[in-house]
């Protein structure tokens, strides 16, 4: 089999799109002994400080399966076929005997003809879209961590001598007895006994669920983690299907986003539907409910955050409350305080206190907030009807200003 293009997943092809390679035609019978013909070999090196990778199965058992031809997990999902197969209900066709391996195989090969080449085929092609599972255990992201290089069995035994130089890591291995030390290319193809996909399989059954909260009035879903590429009709082209909604509310500061529904029971669906697989823009999402305003409450008070806002701490120096004012006696009362004779006591025309030099009023009168003001700002003058008798200065007598004199000799009578 000779192809010119090697059928990889983004975790396997490495972070940087450039890269070299070589490609030898023929180089390699197929590991797997299905189709036991000789294919393309493609070797590369996916990045820096990364181990040299190379196709590993020739492509007809790559596309059978629909997996990478390197590391033989699923091209939509990235996981174990055991895994898949368990998620779509779907049982291992491929026979085991050489009497019927070259047929299924020309039947196979007859079937992806015929394709456009991007869907599966197969019972695969053919199984139904209950993914929940699958979307709750796929990567979302590359796991470049699965390229480093092998451990150096010269270091685990005290003889390496390279040291910076050795292009293998020197590190502890794992525990021989652990299960995944133990992995096998052919058991996962087959999805038989594959240790990856039995701790898959384990973590499905011990995942959280999302509950639905005893207040019935909640309709509200808690969507976080959106980061900067998940927008208001991001999550509104995904949550319509699942009823009609109220309100949508993005919180850019913390990254996160209320939605309300109309209906409790279309949030339910909602909630049951995206809780722990929800993936939009290639970005999976944290999906709760959200509280009620009681609770809100309660939680805000705990906390020192009303409804008003947030309660800040006194500032150090400053004294927590306002002392109240002292007490005047009648002149002092008199003379700032302006009341009608005709009037009650209640109702009063408050005089603002005159100009620094003119009549200051007594030390001790102002509470320490308006002498803290006073050095902040320069005193403003009251208004005139409200001024303090005393000089009365005219414009005109600015010396500056054109006829002063003038004017000031024909008020004078000069």
Not at 219 to 248: A, K, M, P
Request: contains cysteine.
């Amino acid at each position: 089999m000779s192809t010119e293009i090697p059928i990889l997943c983004e975790t396997c092809l490495g972070e940087n799109p450039y890269i070299h390679g070589s490609r030898i035609k023929y180089g390699k019978e197929c590991k797997l002994q299905i189709c036991a013909r000789r294919f393309t070999v493609f070797r590369w090196c996916p990045g820096t400080w990364m181990r040299f990778k190379k196709t590993e199965v020739c492509q007809t058992c790559s596309k059978m399966k629909n997996v990478c031809q390197t590391c033989l997990l699923d091209l939509e999902y990235g996981l174990p076929i055991q895994v898949r197969d368990t998620g779509l209900s779907v049982k291992d066709e491929v026979p085991k005997s050489d009497v019927n391996k070259e047929d299924y195989t020309q039947n196979m090969e007859r079937e992806i003809a015929n394709t456009d080449g991007t869907r599966p085929v197969g019972q695969l092609g053919k199984a139904p879209n209950s993914r929940d599972m699958l979307l709750k255990l796929a990567r979302t992201t590359p796991y470049y961590k699965r390229n480093r290089p092998h451990i150096c069995s010269f270091w685990v035994k005290g003889e390496c001598q390279r040291g910076e130089e050795c292009p293998y890591r020197h590190e502890k291995p794992t525990d021989p007895d652990d299960p995944l030390a133990d992995q096998n290319i052919k058991d996962r193809y087959y999805g038989i006994n594959d240790p990856v996909a039995d701790k898959l399989l384990k973590r499905a059954s011990t995942m959280p669920r999302l509950d639905p909260p005893d207040d019935k009035s909640i309709s509200t879903l808690y969507i976080g983690g959106l980061g900067d590429t998940v927008t208001d009709g991001d999550l509104r082209n995904h949550f319509y299907q699942f009823g009609e909604i109220r309100t949508i509310t993005i919180v850019q500061r913390q990254q996160c986003a209320f939605i309300q529904f109309a209906t409790r029971q279309s949030a339910e669906t909602a909630a049951e539907k995206s809780f722990n697989k929800l993936i939009i823009n290639g970005r999976r999402l944290t999906v709760k409910w959200g509280r009620s305003q009681a609770a809100r409450g309660k939680e805000g008070i705990k906390e020192g955050v009303s409804e008003m806002g947030t309660r800040l701490d006194p500032v150090p120096g400053l004294p927590g409350a306002l002392p109240p004012p002292p007490a005047l006696d009648e002149e002092t009362t008199s003379h700032y305080f302006n009341l009608d004779p005709g009037t009650s006591p209640a109702v009063m025309n408050i005089a603002l206190p005159p100009p620094t030099g003119i009549n200051p009023p007594p030390p001790g009168f102002w509470p320490p907030m308006f002498h803290l003001m006073a050095h902040m700002a320069p005193p403003m003058l009251p208004p005139m009807n409200m001024r303090h008798p005393g000089h009365i200065h005219y414009p005109s007598q600015d010396p500056q200003c054109m006829g002063a004199h003038a004017a000031h000799g024909a008020r004078h009578g000069e």
